[in-house]
C-alpha cells in the first residue's frame, strides 16, 4: 500500500507543485498563480499543465493582484528553476546560418536544426544584416493576391477582416506591403 501511494504522489518538486495548483479550490488559485508567475513560471507552462488558455491564466494572475489578504493564503511551495539562458550562438554558428539561408534553407529549417524558432533565426539573421521578408503565417501569405484584389475592387478592410478572418492590422500590412494606396478609413470607392 504504502508503494501506492509512492506512485500516486510525484518525486519531482515542480511535479508536486502543479498537483498542489490542480488541487487548490478557484478562490486560492488566483493568489498562487500570482506568486507563481512572480517566482519565474511562464503562463504558458501553467496553462499547458491546469488545460487552460493563456489569456485565462493572465486574467487569474490579475485577479490574484487585487485579492484581499492574499498573503494570508497558503501557496504551494514553489520548487527552485533554473533559468532559461537566452540562446547566444558562436561566430561560427551565425556565419554557417547566414550560409545555409543564403543556400535557400527556409527559416522553419533552420530553426528545427538549432531548436529555435523561425522568429529567432530571423532576428539572428537580421542582427548579422541579412535582409529577411517579413514573417507571416502560410494563411496569410496565401491569402494575400486575394485580399489585395478585393481591395482594389472595391472591399474595405473591415470587410476583408470579416471574411478571411485575418485582423484588421494584419490585412493592412498585406496591402501597405503590396504598396497599395488606401482610401480613407470611411470611404468606398466609387463605381462609375
Same mark, same amino acid.
Given at each position: 500500500? /504504502?508503494?501506492?501511494?509512492?506512485?500516486?504522489?510525484?518525486?519531482?518538486?515542480?511535479?508536486?507543485?502543479?498537483?498542489?495548483?490542480?488541487?487548490?479550490?478557484?478562490?486560492?488559485?488566483?493568489? &498562487?498563480?500570482?506568486?507563481?508567475?512572480?517566482?519565474?513560471?511562464? $503562463?504558458?507552462?501553467?496553462?499547458?499543465?491546469?488545460? $487552460?488558455?493563456?489569456? +485565462?491564466?493572465?486574467?487569474?494572475?490579475?485577479?490574484?493582484?487585487?485579492?484581499?489578504?492574499?498573503?494570508?493564503?497558503? $501557496?504551494? @511551495?514553489?520548487?527552485?528553476?533554473?533559468?532559461?539562458?537566452?540562446? @547566444?550562438?558562436?561566430?561560427?554558428?551565425?556565419? +554557417?546560418?547566414?550560409?545555409?539561408?543564403?543556400?535557400?534553407?527556409?527559416?522553419?529549417?533552420?530553426?528545427?536544426?538549432?531548436?529555435?524558432?523561425?522568429?529567432?533565426?530571423?532576428?539572428?539573421? /537580421?542582427?548579422?544584416?541579412? @535582409?529577411?521578408?517579413?514573417? +507571416?503565417?502560410?494563411? $496569410?501569405?496565401? &491569402? /494575400?493576391?486575394?485580399?489585395?484584389?478585393?481591395?482594389? &475592387?472595391?472591399?474595405?478592410?473591415?470587410?476583408?477582416?470579416?471574411?478571411?478572418?485575418?485582423?484588421?492590422?494584419?490585412?493592412?500590412?498585406?496591402?501597405?506591403?503590396?504598396?497599395?494606396?488606401?482610401?480613407?478609413?470611411?470611404?468606398?470607392?466609387?463605381?462609375?
Amino acid at each position: 500500500m /504504502a508503494d501506492q501511494a509512492a506512485e500516486t504522489q510525484p518525486s519531482d518538486p515542480r511535479a508536486q507543485f502543479l498537483e498542489a495548483l490542480r488541487q487548490l479550490p478557484s478562490y486560492r488559485l488566483n493568489t &498562487a498563480l500570482l506568486a507563481a508567475h512572480e517566482a519565474g513560471w511562464r $503562463v504558458t507552462e501553467l496553462g499547458r499543465a491546469l488545460g $487552460v488558455s493563456y489569456e +485565462r491564466i493572465q486574467q487569474r494572475i490579475s485577479v490574484g493582484r487585487y485579492t484581499p489578504s492574499a498573503s494570508s493564503i497558503a $501557496v504551494p @511551495e514553489l520548487p527552485d528553476r533554473p533559468r532559461q539562458r537566452k540562446f @547566444e550562438p558562436s561566430a561560427e554558428a551565425i556565419a +554557417r546560418l547566414v550560409m545555409d539561408y543564403q543556400d535557400g534553407a527556409s527559416l522553419p529549417e533552420l530553426g528545427a536544426r538549432l531548436g529555435l524558432s523561425k522568429r529567432a533565426v530571423a532576428r539572428i539573421l /537580421a542582427n548579422a544584416a541579412i @535582409e529577411v521578408p517579413p514573417l +507571416r503565417s502560410e494563411a $496569410v501569405t496565401a &491569402a /494575400a493576391p486575394g485580399i489585395v484584389n478585393r481591395y482594389l &475592387a472595391g472591399d474595405s478592410i473591415p470587410d476583408l477582416v470579416a471574411s478571411t478572418g485575418i485582423s484588421y492590422s494584419t490585412v493592412r500590412r498585406v496591402l501597405l506591403d503590396a504598396e497599395v494606396q488606401l482610401r480613407p478609413r470611411n470611404g468606398r470607392a466609387k463605381h462609375v
